[in-house]
């Protein structure tokens, strides 16, 4: 059974260096202090709590997902990342990470963003319901897409 653990520094390293791929088409190269610091707590300003869990399975750290309630507007809630652990992907987790977010966070809309030549993770989010808005925003040198699932 898949169970929620609170996000540390520790926690959020162990799963990034083991999804390298994700940073190399991120960044060019493997993540840093900054993408911990960021997933633990880069959100915007005027937002006053960001929600940042890590799925654990048989004692280890598959996944982890982070949110945003009420962001943009009442009612939406704003997923930030969403990442299962690269040697475990296509196994159906992502899909039951998400259905369990869609719980947790009691959103009655959801929204995201996802690098425009991110094709998995596009694939991904539009097979569990989401559907792109026609906006295009850039983040860092990218740009990214947005999609929602009402
Ligand atoms: C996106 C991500 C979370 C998907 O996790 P996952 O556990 O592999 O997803 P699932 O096994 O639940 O896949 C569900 C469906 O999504 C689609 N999908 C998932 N990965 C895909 C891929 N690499 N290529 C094409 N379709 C894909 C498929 O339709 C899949 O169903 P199928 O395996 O029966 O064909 C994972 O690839 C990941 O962590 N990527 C790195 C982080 C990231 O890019 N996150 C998204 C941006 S927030």
Redesign the pocket.
């Known amino acids: 059974m898949i169970e929620w653990v609170p996000a540390t520094g520790e926690r959020a390293a162990e799963l990034f260096a083991a999804?390298p791929?994700?940073f190399q088409?991120l960044h060019g190269h493997g993540y840093s202090q900054e993408d911990v610091r960021d997933f633990l707590e880069g959100k915007p300003p005027e937002v006053a709590e960001k929600h940042t869990w890590m799925a654990r399975l048989e004692g280890q750290i598959i996944?982890a997902v982070d949110f945003l309630r009420d962001y943009p507007e009442p009612g939406t809630v704003y997923?930030?990342?969403?990442?299962?652990?690269?040697d475990?992907?296509?196994?159906?987790?992502?899909?039951?990470?998400?259905e369990q977010l869609e719980i947790l966070s009691q959103g009655e809309r959801f929204r995201?963003?996802?690098?425009e030549h991110?094709?998995?993770?596009l694939?991904?989010?539009?097979?569990?319901g989401f559907v792109p808005t026609g906006e295009l925003k850039p983040y860092r040198q990218h740009q990214v897409v947005l999609l929602q699932k009402s």
């Open positions: 999804c791929d994700y088409r996944g997923v930030g990342l969403l990442m299962v652990r690269e475990r992907q296509r196994e159906g987790l992502g899909a039951r990470l998400f995201l963003a996802v690098l991110n094709a998995p993770a694939a991904f989010w539009q097979r569990v």
